[in-house]
């Protein structure tokens, strides 16, 4: 069956009585949406405040390929066989965008036999966080506009707002658009365009927040633009923005609770892109988990170059999180296709490619243990066409490095075939303390920040950037020299060109632009070509879906 009719076919149990069942959380601090999701109480989350921490587990993965890694089913079913071999755990994950979800990539809810469920809805509407986020951001947009068109008494220079709206769908024709056309009346003429929601700031600050105060106060803390001195910022709440937006998020920053195929609980809440912003689930998610279980697995967008490293570098440094282990994911695909098999020849052993791809991995692995200080255990996500001496050659090269590798088939079996990964990743993480290094100290400056990301982990011999860039990160040093850096580069390679496969080094990492997210607290460098607003492929994955008349959505995957 599809991914789709495996979650159609899933004997679900109501949320409420799960809640109660598995974590004696009362109904009284859930609000249900339908049956099977809700929404857990902030009142509830902070009684649980001095209850100890559960150990933390990441899930990443190599350098994405077309050929498809498997980081979110990976996550779901060691939750699964976690809870299999009689460990209380439970499984963070971030809310799927409508974008990729109606372009190529699809759905973000597992695949397989090892899913989170309701599929159709988490995939689509869900709670509507994403609506409430791209309405507080739009908010602020029509605010700044207004103000201007009434007189402008803040004295905003309309050549300097870096403010753009937002949508949740890939749309390529909104990327640049001119607003305030048709007149006087219609606002003031300027330059303005969209970005994904999923890259709006207001997306990274829900993430990022740990309460309702502190979700107003980084609101409010949004730098929108400057004055015609070009130098004084204008804030969100110069604009008296922040309590409204803070007001239509009241229920979007309470976790949201779903359930595996095996019925075993699992938060899925916020949805920043690893590629744009910092890639994880919201830190009251992951906290309340930890509070809740005694093993939590969350993941990290794309590779561990670009997710796993803005998890560290920002969450578990602002948030205080200490992670026990890695899990890096990885296909026998997806690591031929690095050693330059075609996508159509994937299927065929190819041990010489295998070996040639294995360096994509091989780097990701060196850093996470090396430059992040966590142990590894790899995890490769077994198709039907991989063969015994292509598992084989995989094993051996990993060990040949001293890290554990385990062959997974959670994908065709859920939890049962996941449990040996899961008890691979329990002789890890009940065998030291908790604890991560970072890429880079906080006392660096924002450029050796960008610096050391780029030669550490990209393999990288240098950055450049245009002398406006740097001027711009020399003039942000007094003040927020102390953020950590945001790279958002492609997800396909370790360089800014998306079609060098493996691990390349010895390249250079242009930064074209750097922007300050003041409220979420960290500095965005833009690598190379990459784009806050995607578009549509030829064959949109939204041609494909549909609904009958019983209400039985096809097509999702």
């Known amino acids: 069956m599809s991914d789709i009719e495996i979650a159609q076919h899933a004997k679900m149990k109501p949320i409420i009585d799960l809640a109660k069942q598995h974590y004696g959380i009362a109904a009284e601090h859930l609000d249900p949406y339908g049956h099977f999701k809700a929404k857990l109480s ?6 649980l405040r001095d209850k100890p921490d559960g150990k933390l587990v990441l899930v990443t993965a190599i350098s994405p390929t077309p050929a498809g890694e498997g980081k979110t089913t990976t996550t779901v079913g060691l939750g699964d066989a976690l809870n299999r071999v009689g460990k209380k755990a439970m499984i963070c994950l971030r809310e799927p965008s409508l974008g990729p979800c109606f372009g190529v990539k699809g759905g973000a809810a597992g695949g397989g036999y090892a899913q989170v469920v309701p599929m159709e809805d988490i995939n689509l509407h869900f709670t509507g966080d994403f609506h409430a986020i791209g309405v507080a951001h739009n908010l602020l947009s029509a605010l700044i506009d207004n103000h201007i068109h009434h007189g402008n008494a803040l004295d905003i220079d309309p ?4 403010w753009k709206r937002v949508v949740d769908m890939n749309d390529r024709a909104l990327r640049d658009i001119v607003v305030g056309m048709g007149g006087t009346a219609n606002g003031y003429l300027r330059q303005d365009g969209y970005d994904i929601v999923v890259a709006s700031e207001v997306m990274a600050i829900l993430c990022l927040a740990t309460s309702r105060a502190d979700l107003k106060e980084r609101l409010g803390r949004i730098i929108i633009g400057y004055k015609s001195d070009k130098v004084t910022p204008v804030y969100a709440r110069d604009l008296h923005a922040h309590g409204a937006m803070a007001a239509l998020l009241k229920d979007a920053i309470k976790p949201n609770l779903v359930q595996t195929l095996e019925n075993n609980l699992a938060f899925i809440h916020g949805g920043p892109f690893a590629n744009i912003a910092h890639g994880c689930n919201t830190v009251t998610a992951t906290k309340t988990a930890l509070k ?4 939590v697995v969350t993941e990290a967008g794309f590779g561990a170059d670009l997710g796993a490293e803005k998890f560290i570098d920002i969450k578990c ?5 200490k992670p026990s282990a890695v899990v890096l994911v990885a296909t026998i695909r997806a690591l031929k296709f690095h050693g330059g098999v075609a996508l159509n020849e994937l299927n065929h052993e190819n041990l010489a490619a295998l070996e040639k791809g294995f360096s994509n991995l091989e780097r990701h692995l060196k850093n996470i243990t090396e430059h992040y200080g966590l142990p590894c255990v790899v995890c490769i996500n077994h198709f039907t066409n991989d063969t015994d001496a292509e598992c084989a050659l995989l094993i051996a090269k990993c060990e040949a490095l001293g890290a554990r590798c385990v062959i997974s088939r959670h994908w065709a079996e859920g939890g049962q075939g996941a449990e040996l990964l899961a008890q691979t990743v329990l002789e890890v ?25 780029a030669t550490k982990l990209y393999g990288a011999a240098s950055i450049s950037a245009h002398p406006k860039v740097k001027a711009q990160l020399n003039a942000w040093e007094a003040d927020f020299g102390k953020f950590p850096v945001c790279i958002a580069k492609t997800q396909m390679s370790f360089s800014t060109n998306p079609v060098t496969k493996g691990a390349p080094s010895g390249h250079d990492i242009e930064i074209r632009e ?3 997210a003041n409220g979420a607290g960290f500095i965005v460098a833009v690598a190379g070509d990459i784009m806050t607003m995607p578009g549509l492929p030829k064959i949109p994955a939204a041609e494909k879906i549909d609904i009958d008349n019983n209400g039985k959505i096809t097509g999702l995957f």
């Open 317 to 321: 440094r602002m948030a205080d999180l």
């Open 42 to 47: 902030l009142e509830y989350v902070d009684s």
């Open 159 to 162: 050549r300097l707002i870096q």
């Open 429 to 453: 993480v009940d065998h030291r303390e908790p604890g991560c290094s970072f890429v880079y100290p906080e006392t660096h400056s924002l450029w050796q920040k960008i610096e050391a990301i």
């Open 292 to 295: 809740l279980a005694d093993y």
């Open 514 to 516: 750097v922007r300050l």
